[in-house]
């Protein structure tokens, strides 16, 4: 298990930047591995922004799986913002609820459900991270 003590100085730093983490889990063994594949995807497509840091996917990975708490999250991994995400399969259709967490404060920056079928699965990593961007450039540093 990864944990991290952050310095004084990297606190400050993380109060004031738009780092984040994407974590999202599942109700069960299915949904595990449809969790890791879109939150690694979200996680992808937020690194393309230059102005965000994100996570390091082995880090996030090594996050024990108790670790629900975005504060506990953001302190763990040196990173302001912990976006949630929850995912219920279902026959022919995923139940995603998000929430956009400021570690720092613990307010929620945004929240949102997704009710995709499985052949939207492509496209809902993209548009996770393209509201979750719009969020996070609106974000006070």
């Not at 606190?11 to 069960?28: G, H, N, P, W």
């Not at 230059?50 to 996917?57: E, K, M, N």
């Not at 993209?126 to 540093?141: C, F, G, M, N, R």
Request: aromatic residues 6%; proline residues 6%; hydrophobic residues 50%.
């Amino acid at each position: 298990v990864l944990v991290l003590t952050p310095t004084r100085e990297l606190a400050q730093q993380v109060a004031k930047d738009r780092s984040i983490a994407a974590v999202f889990r599942s109700a069960d063994a299915e949904g595990d591995a449809e969790a890791g594949h879109l939150w690694r995807a979200v996680a992808e497509d937020l690194a393309k922004e230059p102005a965000f840091r994100v996570a390091d996917t082995n880090a996030v990975t090594a996050l024990p799986a108790l670790a629900t708490a975005p504060a506990d999250i953001a302190r763990t991994l040196g990173i302001r913002f912990v976006l949630l995400g929850f995912i219920e399969p279902g026959d022919d259709i995923l139940k995603i609820t998000l929430q956009l967490v400021d570690g720092t404060t613990g307010a929620t920056v945004w929240s949102g459900n997704f009710f995709p079928e499985e052949d939207e699965l492509d496209v809902v990593p993209d548009e996770i991270a393209a509201i979750v961007s719009t969020h996070l450039k609106a974000a006070p540093l």
